[in-house]
């Protein structure tokens, strides 16, 4: 494909990553997104509850805590194991607090949040928010999940004035007790969240049982770069990467294995709950496609011998005012393709045969690669790879996309890369 052609392609799926992550100010939006991309593609629904009927040829895909997600697609001859690529649909932010609202003096009203994930709180101030998720009401046949978004500018936390503190600009440590609850109008609208998300949810206040809600930054993805090379918005780390997934998932054939892609939740606080990656979810969704299938065990574990999971989680570009903080060799850059990840201690799961086959896999899609370690001296973060293969076990490598400001509000990311992905995942299902 020539360099034209190809930014053309980059455009139209940058325009289509845009559209996702400005309509999915939650994990669990991310889902409903995705599901209805699934469905489009005819991908059919299975319920955990019930049992399931898979055949040869089929698309398939289960949603966990409407938060996690696994699709998969079945060759119509054939399945010498598993391609899985696996992500994260959450990202760090502020949680609203069972009873929120909260007053300052009797004349401003305040919601009261909680840290969700490794933030950099900072990049909160002074930006349009807003709250949106799940609330849960009882129907006639069990609790209910409805999705609410209020979707317009409602809150915001606003700094302290340079003048009332002469050194802001010498650092803060920030209180998220204290300085980060969020300014959403006067005193006179005291008690009205509960209206306020039964009108989303279109019920009534005490048909409220139960809700999962969510600030959000409502500052839109867009294009920047003297030639707009580069792309930014919320929830970069790590929406790119399960819409990249997702694109490849339904746009390619599987060729001789089961094609799947994984989206966990709560990646972000350590992934151990029952819709993280550190449950039991891949494991049963391999075990009923297995009985599914019919095939005995001994033929399943060779399945698991065959298969290979990429795990995809975007990296640590270098900084333009601080490439100190990075290892002198083993570094990535913007635009300059996908991130190989390596730890000594495992951290990413990585290894000398998995990093062989995706670099294989990025010379057939025509895509650079590039290899990121961290430095010696600094603890890195933890990511999807070897917290799944402590529940199932397979070749795995871990990568990304590269990227600035990883867990600010509004991130940074390279316009070229995001395209090299899919074209790599589309290597990957369809080899």
């Known amino acids: 494909m020539s360099e034209i052609g190809r930014q053309k392609e980059n455009i139209s799926y940058i325009g289509e990553l845009f559209d996702f992550i400005d309509n999915s100010p939650t994990c669990f939006h991310a889902v409903e997104n995705m599901r209805q991309e699934l469905e489009a593609a005819g991908y059919q629904r299975l319920s955990e509850k019930c049992p399931w009927k898979v055949v040869m040829g089929g698309n398939y895909y289960v949603i966990r805590n409407d938060s996690a997600l696994i699709a998969f697609s079945i060759p119509k001859e054939g399945h010498k194991g598993f391609h899985i690529v696996a ?28 840290k969700y994930g490794g933030m950099i709180l900072s990049t909160w101030l002074d930006r349009p928010l807003s709250a949106a998720g ?3 009401v009882k129907g006639a046949d069990g609790m209910v999940t409805k999705l609410v978004n209020i979707n317009r500018n409602t809150a915001v936390i606003p700094n302290v004035a340079i003048h009332m503190n002469r050194d802001m600009n010498k650092g803060i440590e920030y209180n998220p007790q204290t300085d980060m609850p969020p300014l959403i109008g006067d005193v006179t609208g005291k008690g009205g969240y509960l209206s306020l998300l039964a009108k989303e949810a ?63 939740d ?32 001994e033929e399943y574990q060779c399945m698991l ?23 002198s060799v083993n570094k990535s850059w913007l635009n300059e393709g996908i991130v190989i990840k390596y730890h000594g201690s495992q951290r990413y799961a990585t290894d000398a045969y998995s990093a062989a086959v995706m670099k294989d896999i990025c010379r057939e899609a025509g895509v650079p690669f590039q290899a990121y370690a ?21 070749n795995t490598v871990d990568i990304g996309l590269p990227q600035l400001a990883m867990h600010s509000a509004f991130e940074t990311a390279g316009a070229k890369d995001l395209d090299w992905l899919i074209r790599a995942l589309s290597v990957f299902y369809k080899r």
């Open 134 to 136: 799940r609330v849960v």
């Open 266 to 297: 709560n990646e972000e606080v350590g992934s151990g709950t029952k819709q993280g990656a550190d449950s039991t979810f891949l494991r049963d969704v391999l075990s009923r496609i297995r009985n599914g299938l019919q095939l005995t065990e």
């Open 202 to 264: 279109g019920v009534k206040e005490e048909e409220i049982l139960g809700q999962d809600i969510f600030l959000y930054n409502r500052d839109k993805c867009s294009r920047l770069g003297l030639e707009e090379e580069y792309i930014c918005g919320p929830r970069l780390d790590d929406l790119a990467c399960a819409y990249a997934g997702l694109k490849a998932l339904v746009e390619e054939e599987p060729g001789h294995y089961i094609t799947m892609l994984a989206v966990f």
């Open 87 to 114: 992500a994260h649909s959450d990202s760090p932010c502020f949680k609203l607090k069972e009873l929120p609202e909260f007053c300052v003096e009797e004349h401003y009203l305040k919601w009261n949040v909680e």
């Open 374 to 394: 961290n430095r010696s001296d600094i603890a890195g973060g933890s990511t999807l790879g070897n917290i799944l293969m402590a529940q199932v076990s397979m």
């Open 305 to 327: 011998a065959e298969s290979f999971l990429i795990s995809a989680d975007n990296a640590h570009a270098v900084h333009p005012n601080h490439p100190e903080k990075t290892d």
